[in-house]
């Protein structure tokens, strides 16, 4: 007869499907040329990269019906977990003592992450869309979380404040070569007019995602996995997307760029 399997047994051979998923479904299959190209490694390297991070993922985050749930390892024997849920809920938790919350930790998130010994602090914060009117002003240059707060989906946040970092530096690099004062407004708008552009459509389609995904409304559910199914099949549209999201379209600073495409 069928013997029930242990929960944390079942997290386990799920985040190994999960590490394994790139070499036995075709879901990454388009793109593993691109990305041989692109990063200059093998095919062996790229499989082996994807499913450390899909596995990864598969340990340390789950999305529940109030928000992601995820747990960040620090050094040592501490680690950083993080837990979104509404305004009011939050509020809650916050007032509580650190014996009572760890109990809501303890009964929120799964067995797998380990006994939690102790809290030793906690914080806070509303997730907001911001972005800055004007990036620049003379002698000042806003990039990343200053110039732009972005919804945490994908890690995209970082990777634009990253191209926000490669862009500003190819402005300052060639203004100075130049013998132009890397103060002045004239220069640091070449920044602004680089990023303020294509950091907002990062930001608008975060904002889509978002709100495809945070809802149960039947229309948009029934659009959303009719997307989704749409996306798979024409690759030309998945691989768009995948490159977009790794930083390898558009108009991309010189230090992004791949090392084939700085020689032109």
């Not at 380990?114 to 002698?139: C, D, E, M």
């Not at 203004?175 to 920044?191: E, S, W």
């Not at 997307?241 to 992004?256: F, I, N, Q, S, Y």
Request: aromatic content about 6%; overall charge positive.
């Amino acid at each position: 007869m069928p013997v029930a399997m242990s929960s944390r047994l079942t997290v386990v051979l799920l985040a190994l499907m999960l590490g394994i998923q790139p070499v036995t479904s075709d879901l990454y299959l388009p793109t593993l040329p691109i990305l041989t190209q692109e990063f200059g490694a093998s095919m062996a390297q790229i499989h082996m990269t994807l499913g450390a991070l899909l596995l990864a993922f598969g340990v340390s985050q789950r999305f529940v019906p109030s928000g992601p749930q995820a747990f960040l390892p620090l050094s040592g024997r501490h680690g950083s977990i993080v837990w979104y849920n509404s305004f009011e809920e939050i509020q809650r938790l916050s007032k509580l003592p650190y014996p009572a919350l760890k109990e809501e930790l303890i009964a929120a998130f799964p067995v797998c992450l380990g006994h939690i010994n102790q809290i030793v602090g906690t914080a806070s914060f509303p997730l907001k869309r911001q972005h800055a009117q004007h990036y620049i002003k003379p002698g000042v240059a806003l990039i990343g979380d200053a110039a732009h707060t972005i919804n945490p989906l994908a890690g995209q946040g970082v990777n634009i404040g990253l191209l926000d970092a490669a862009a500003l530096a190819e402005v300052i690099l060639e203004a100075h070569a130049n013998g132009l004062n890397i103060a002045d407004v004239k220069v640091l708008k070449r920044y602004e007019a680089m990023r303020r552009t294509e950091n907002l459509k990062i930001m608008t389609v975060m904002d889509a995602f978002y709100l495809a995904f945070s809802n149960n409304i039947l229309p948009l559910k029934i659009v959303r996995n009719l997307g989704l199914s749409m996306a798979e099949r024409l690759l030309p549209i998945k691989n768009l997307v995948m490159r977009a999201a790794m930083g390898l379209d558009g108009p991309l600073p010189k230090l992004a760029m791949p090392k084939k495409d700085l020689s032109h």
